[in-house]
Structure formats: structure tokens, C-alpha cells
């Protein structure tokens, strides 16, 4: 239904046993997700390519980053229909202030829109006891200009570990690594550095990225 599929397999067993069993509108490719050039796999598709996954839970979180990379050519990918582990989809779901939002809400929200399309409880999956929610992405332009890439992602990191501490003292550190002061770049936000991070809402944290000289 599909029309064509392109499925990536890393068990080897998996593999082998999958081989003679497809419909030829499937290719199977052996080989891990993390490694393979999405570009140059896909090159001979139609576009905008639409992704399915039931994510390893041990490498939910770098393959979602690797999918956002590929999307930010947004002609390619269209959205994402991904099987994770709850909790990672609470992470991708939640809003400035509830207790789930941080780093990779905002990292992954700027990107995409994020839908929860289903949850599945631990029956559904032999003896695990892991709950599991599908989650669609819609991917789509940056919701804001966050400025210089490396400089935003630093800065989301950098705050959201100290996430219970005040804005002015979570910055400290991040600001030292780019040789400024917490309060200029506070200052340049125009943000109230008695704010917690945990209330950040994107676009703050956009500012708080172009701040940096």
C-alpha cells in the first residue's frame, strides 16, 4: 500500500531471514540507521519521503536527532510516525513548565510539529513491561531564527542541565564558554534572569542564542 518501502535492518538474523519473504516493492538494507547516508539511500526516490519506526529505546534519542538533521532539507523528509518509549514522547510533547520539557523538546519542536498518535501498554510486546506511545512528526522550516546552530544547541544544553536553578545562575557557565558574561547576554535577551529555565518557552531560549556575540 505503501507503494515503495525501504526498510533498514541491523540484526543480521533479521535479515537473512527477511530476504526472500518481501514484495518487490521493498528493498531491504542491511546496516544501522546512525551510519548510512540518508541522501545518497534515498537519492532515486520519489519526494518528500515519509519515515516508520519502531526506535530501539537504547537509541531513540540520536537516531530522532539524526532524522531532524535530514529534515532540515525539508524537500526530503515529510514526517515521521515513530514507536518510543513513553517517557521520550512526554519529552517531545511537553510545554514550557510541566516537568517532562527540556532540551530535547525544544531541539525536536523546532523543528516539527508533534502529535501523540496512540499509546500501547506493556502486553502488546511479549514479557516487556516498557509502556510505548506512536508519535507523528510533521516536519517543517525552524519556528524561529535561533541564530548560529552550534551556538543554540550549546545554549540549550548548557541551560537545561541546571534546569531548577535560577535562569542568571544555569547561564554562568554557558556564557563563560563564549567568553561573555551571564548578565550581558541577559541583558541583550531581554530576559529576567530570576526566571527558571523550565519556563523557557523556544523562542526565549532563540534570543538567549542570538545574545552571544
Known sequence: RAGRVI??????DLFAA????LPPNVRLVEG????I???DLTQDERRPIRVVGNLPYNVASPILFRLLDEAREVAVLSDASLM????VADRLLAVPGEADYGAMSIQVQ???DVDRILNLPPARFDTSKVHSTVVRLSFRPPRVDVGTRPVFERMVRGVFMQRRKTLANALK?????????????LQKARLDGGRRPETLSLEDVARLSQAVL
Open 110 to 112: 523546532l523543528m516539527a
Open 37 to 39: 547516508d540518508v541522501q
Open 84 to 87: 518510543l518509549q513513553r517517557e
Open 173 to 185: 557557565p554557558v556564557a563563560a564558554s563564549f567568553g561573555q558574561s551571564a548578565s550581558e547576554i
Open 32 to 35: 544501522d540507521f546512525l551510519d
Open 18 to 21: 527477511l530476504g526472500g519473504r
Open 7 to 12: 526498510a533498514v535492518e541491523l540484526d543480521r
